[in-house]
């Protein structure tokens, strides 16, 4: 064969998309469903409109992502990462940025695309394509908060008496129960859980559901609290300062009075057994990221057919403004938070040693497009990151349900600001000492005898306990 007829096939070829596919990897963690829908209406596709393989790899442990990426050298063009390692393998110098991959042009465009990208920004440059943000909202039952709205009242004496106990006045002066959640503070929280709790003549049955695993998941709520008694970063990280006294006490009020369900920590419930809290009747009341929400509301189909009864009867609010259990002299807050509590979320990351930055890129982008984030968003509760899709919720997903989770969960991300879990090396180590903290307070009833003096007997508890242990993290810290 001639030359020129050799050249002639060899243009075809390229013409006609001959060129050997290209076989890449991505590395993620989801749940089962949600990774079967992502390969077959997402990563499909892709393959078969830009003519490469990509080989779908899914690691177990999300602290192993660091090892996941080592363990498939130069094959990775994108890993699922939870926000919390984000800095750590940026640090590691395990991924590259975005601008480095894109460009710097196509890095700015990119750039105007998306929600909170700062929260992954370092130095000015970006290092991570968002993939879904969360934070927790308050989810309840509407007809038992309308309820206690219209009846708490009868049982006001007995809430303000067991009160004064703890803060020496009762009630905060001029106190009613707002009928939107989304004005409530603590105080809202303990009076409807008092109410709920007292509906049996012939026992208490708590009815607020927290997660009492010993997990993340628990730290996580414990965090929250924190930052919304006006705690920061560094409260949360030495565990010194009146939000984190103020965080348990709280947490052994609210246990102690039969505000909680104490099958929360006795059964070790995780965000599952919450569901089946709502399912049962053993919660009307709880916290819980977009996912939770979405698994117990249901779809209506076989495959997820929700948690409760009558899922209209859902409700969704931002979290509890943050205030304190002391009161002035003339019943008022003596110290006021906010409804402040942390964003999370995954983020797609570029290996640094990606075989094709250019697939990378497409990819994430593909990934992100407005009709892979809106289908993928209404199926598995994912706050959408696109600016444009925030801005257009309900033309999206009507008005219904779905638009409720989103729009009070943009609120409460507007609330968190760039507010997050403090990205420190040694946090799931810190993690256990809350933990500990929290089982010892709460589980086991360790908050002293005197109601007036468990506030005291708390601090002097984290002060010369937890507090030292924490203080040994951050010295040991590399």
Same mark, same amino acid.
């Given at each position: 064969?001639?030359?020129?007829?050799?050249?002639?096939?060899?243009?075809?070829?390229?013409?006609?998309?001959?060129?050997? /596919?290209?076989?890449?990897?991505?590395?993620?963690?989801?749940?089962?469903?949600?990774?079967?829908?992502?390969? +077959?209406?997402?990563?499909?596709?892709?393959?078969?409109?830009?003519?490469?393989?990509?080989?779908?790899?899914?690691?177990?442990?999300?602290?192993?992502?660091?090892?996941?990426?080592?363990?498939?050298?130069?094959?990775?063009?994108?890993?699922?990462?939870?926000?919390? =390692?984000?800095?750590?393998? /940026?640090?590691?110098?395990?991924?590259?940025?975005?601008?480095?991959?894109?460009?710097?042009?196509?890095?700015?465009? #990119?750039? !105007?695309?998306?929600?909170?990208?700062?929260?992954?920004?370092?130095?000015?440059?970006?290092?991570?394509?968002?993939?879904?943000?969360?934070?927790?909202?308050?989810?309840?039952?509407?007809?038992?908060?309308?309820?206690?709205?219209?009846?708490?009242?009868?049982?006001?004496?007995?809430?303000?008496?067991?009160?004064?106990?703890?803060?020496?006045?009762?009630?905060?002066?001029?106190?009613?129960?707002?009928?939107?959640?989304?004005?409530?503070?603590?105080?809202?929280?303990?009076?409807?859980?008092?109410?709920?709790?007292?509906?049996?003549?012939?026992?208490?049955?708590?009815?607020?559901?927290?997660?009492?695993?010993?997990?993340?998941?628990?730290?996580? %709520? &414990?965090?929250?609290?924190?930052?919304?008694?006006?705690?920061?970063?560094?409260?949360?990280?030495?565990?010194?300062?009146?939000?984190?006294?103020?965080?348990? +006490?709280?947490?052994?009020?609210?246990?102690? +009075?039969?505000?909680?369900?104490?099958?929360?920590?006795?059964?070790?419930?995780?965000?599952?057994?919450?569901?089946?809290?709502?399912?049962?009747?053993?919660?009307?009341? %709880?916290?819980?990221?977009?996912?939770?929400?979405?698994?117990?509301?249901?779809?209506?189909?076989? +495959?997820?057919?929700?948690?409760?009864?009558?899922?209209?009867?859902?409700?969704?609010?931002?979290?509890?403004?943050?205030?304190?259990?002391?009161?002035?002299?003339?019943?008022?807050?003596?110290?006021?938070?906010?409804?402040?509590?942390?964003?999370?979320?995954?983020?797609?990351?570029?290996?640094?040693?990606?075989?094709?930055? !250019?697939?990378?890129?497409?990819?994430?982008?593909?990934?992100?497009?407005?009709?892979? =984030?809106?289908?993928?968003?209404?199926?598995?509760?994912?706050?959408?990151?696109?600016?444009? #899709?925030?801005?257009?919720?309900? &033309?999206?997903?009507?008005?219904?349900?779905? %638009?409720?989770?989103?729009? #009070? %969960?943009?609120?409460?991300?507007?609330?968190?600001?760039?507010?997050?879990?403090?990205?420190?090396?040694?946090?799931?180590?810190?993690?256990?000492?809350?933990?500990?903290?929290?089982?010892?307070?709460?589980?086991?009833?360790?908050?002293?005898?005197?109601?007036?003096?468990?506030?005291?007997?708390?601090?002097?508890?984290?002060?010369?306990?937890?507090?030292?242990?924490?203080?040994?993290?951050? /010295?040991?810290?590399?």
């Amino acid at each position: 064969m001639s030359p020129r007829s050799l050249l002639f096939i060899a243009l075809l070829c390229l013409v006609l998309g001959c060129a050997a /596919r290209r076989e890449v990897t991505l590395l993620i963690h989801m749940m089962p469903e949600q990774e079967a829908y992502f390969k +077959e209406n997402i990563v499909a596709p892709f393959e078969a409109k830009n003519r490469c393989k990509v080989n779908v790899i899914s690691y177990a442990d999300i602290g192993g992502v660091a090892q996941a990426l080592r363990d498939n050298p130069k094959k990775v063009v994108l890993v699922k990462t939870p926000f919390e =390692q984000t800095q750590a393998l /940026r640090d590691q110098g395990l991924v590259m940025s975005v601008d480095s991959a894109a460009g710097l042009r196509t890095a700015g465009e #990119i750039k !105007d695309r998306y929600f909170l990208l700062n929260l992954c920004t370092y130095d000015n440059k970006l290092y991570y394509f968002p993939r879904k943000f969360e934070t927790r909202i308050l989810v309840y039952l509407k007809s038992k908060v309308s309820q206690a709205v219209m009846s708490w009242g009868d049982q006001r004496d007995d809430i303000d008496s067991i009160l004064k106990a703890y803060n020496g006045f009762g009630l905060p002066s001029g106190y009613a129960l707002e009928s939107d959640p989304n004005q409530w503070d603590y105080y809202d929280l303990f009076v409807a859980g008092y109410y709920w709790a007292h509906q049996d003549s012939t026992k208490v049955t708590p009815k607020i559901g927290t997660r009492g695993k010993r997990y993340s998941g628990t730290c996580q %709520s &414990l965090v929250d609290r924190i930052y919304s008694l006006g705690g920061t970063s560094n409260n949360v990280l030495s565990m010194e300062g009146e939000p984190v006294v103020e965080m348990f +006490e709280w947490e052994a009020l609210f246990a102690r +009075e039969n505000i909680v369900n104490p099958k929360c920590w006795v059964e070790g419930w995780s965000g599952t057994d919450i569901w089946n809290g709502f399912k049962n009747g053993d919660v009307y009341l %709880s916290f819980m990221t977009q996912l939770d929400c979405f698994f117990l509301h249901g779809n209506y189909s076989k +495959e997820q057919p929700g948690y409760v009864d009558n899922p209209d009867d859902l409700g969704f609010a931002v979290m509890p403004k943050g205030v304190s259990v002391e009161l002035d002299m003339n019943g008022r807050y003596a110290k006021e938070g906010s409804h402040t509590v942390s964003t999370g979320g995954w983020w797609w990351g570029i290996p640094y040693d990606s075989p094709y930055p !250019d697939i990378s890129v497409k990819l994430a982008e593909w990934i992100l497009g407005s009709d892979n =984030q809106v289908k993928e968003s209404a199926q598995f509760g994912m706050i959408p990151v696109r600016k444009d #899709i925030l801005g257009d919720l309900g &033309l999206l997903y009507g008005k219904n349900w779905i %638009s409720d989770v989103y729009n #009070i %969960s943009l609120k409460q991300l507007v609330f968190n600001k760039y507010t997050t879990v403090p990205l420190y090396k040694k946090y799931s180590d810190l993690e256990q000492v809350y933990l500990d903290a929290w089982f010892d307070i709460v589980a086991k009833g360790n908050w002293g005898t005197g109601k007036v003096g468990m506030h005291k007997y708390i601090r002097d508890l984290i002060d010369n306990t937890y507090m030292v242990r924490a203080a040994e993290l951050m /010295r040991s810290a590399p």
